[in-house]
């Protein structure tokens, strides 16, 4: 009996988000917050991944971006057949989205070990270019690959939200908007942390090569 008032209370729940109403979402949020953040270290530990405070924040924001797309498509979809519940349904969502981040992760990492760093995205190559352009030709004598491990060394010395920008942005190839979106920033902050970032990959740059 107290299982289907769970159910019942779920399918009230999700109605009066589907119908875009705020305080349902906020109600949402604060009923499944618990479960999403578990469901993410659960899978994270359970692919042998270090859980890091930031990866951990894209992955969450990441779920919920899945969840809202295409007018709740996923919502929709999920009738409670066979008695599931829409926690036990969610919970899958978001581990199955957290294994296939690392399955590509895992693949793009073995992938940039065994084809000398092509694995960088071309969002990643035009930054080369650009710091390049921007340092005159001290760059010139390396070979690609050693211009990409380069510049990964300058990654590294990025506080780890910058560094999390940086492999949305060039290891993963997403989008600007894409970018905003995971790390719940507007646009304009995108491209001045964008901006900032170059700045600071081109200290490091001058530093190392010594133009």
């Not at 008695?83 to 895992?106: H, P, Q, Y």
């Not at 942005?169 to 964008?194: C, N, T």
Request: glycine letters at 6%; one cysteine or more.
């Amino acid at each position: 009996m107290k299982e289907k008032a769970n159910i019942e209370e779920e399918k009230r729940l999700i109605a009066a988000c589907l119908r875009g109403d705020g305080q349902a979402w906020g109600e949402f949020i604060t009923k499944y917050n618990k479960l999403i953040y578990s469901s993410i270290y659960r899978a994270l530990k359970w692919k042998n991944w270090t859980p890091d405070p930031d990866l951990v924040k894209d992955l969450y924001q990441g779920a919920f971006e899945a969840i809202l797309e295409d007018d709740y498509e996923k919502i929709r979809q999920f009738g409670w057949e066979n008695g599931c519940s829409f926690a036990t349904w969610l919970g899958v969502i978001v581990r199955n989205r957290v294994i296939d981040f690392v399955r590509k992760e895992s693949k793009r990492s073995s992938k940039t070990e065994s084809l000398d760093g092509r694995a960088v995205s071309e969002e990643g190559y035009r930054l080369i270019d650009r710091l390049k352009d921007d340092s005159g030709t001290a760059l010139e004598t390396l070979t690609q690959k050693e211009k990409v491990e380069l510049l990964e060394k300058a990654i590294e010395t990025l506080d780890e939200n910058d560094k999390v920008f940086v492999k949305l942005l060039l290891a993963r190839d997403f989008s600007h908007q894409a970018v905003a979106r995971l790390m719940g920033k507007s646009l304009d902050a995108v491209y001045m942390q964008k901006k900032r970032v170059l700045e600071k990959l081109k200290r490091y740059l001058k530093n190392y090569v010594g133009f």
